[in-house]
């Protein structure tokens, strides 16, 4: 199967991963990374800025305006309202880091202060959490990423 057959692709269990199906599927492109902050809302990333998002266990994606154009390749909510995605911006040369504080309806971005590219987000609690990306790189933040 060639890559360009393949496409933004979110697959489902719901027997503990006996059986698998597809719940989203966009030709064309891929998604980098998926995380569900409660049983029903969930977000996927990917490249050129994408974010989908279901309220509905995946049933049903819709796309959400990231406002970058980064490749984001980690995505993970503190809870279902406020998350964060990371990634890299091929055309400023730099990580990118952007939040949500209103379930993905708008996002901002927060300076990296790197330009390599970051790789995966992860959150301890409300207020610290992790990133790390190429070549060693490790960012931490203790106030929800304002520094």
Known sequence: MGSSNLG????????????????????????????FPDINTGYAVGP??????????????NTLVSGTPADLNSVFFTDVNTGYAVGYNNFIGRGTIIKTINGGATWDTLPSGTTKPLKSVLFTGSNTGYIVGYVGTILKT???GST
Do not use: C, F, H, R
Request: glycine share 8%; hydrophobic share 45%; aromatic share 16%.
């Open 142 to 144: 203790i106030n929800a």
């Open 8 to 35: 933004y692709l979110v697959i489902k269990t719901e027997d503990a991963g006996a059986t698998w199906y597809a719940v989203y599927n966009q030709p064309g492109l891929w998604l980098n990374s998926i995380y």
């Open 48 to 61: 050129s800025g994408i974010i989908i998002k279901t309220i509905n266990a995946g049933a049903t994606w």
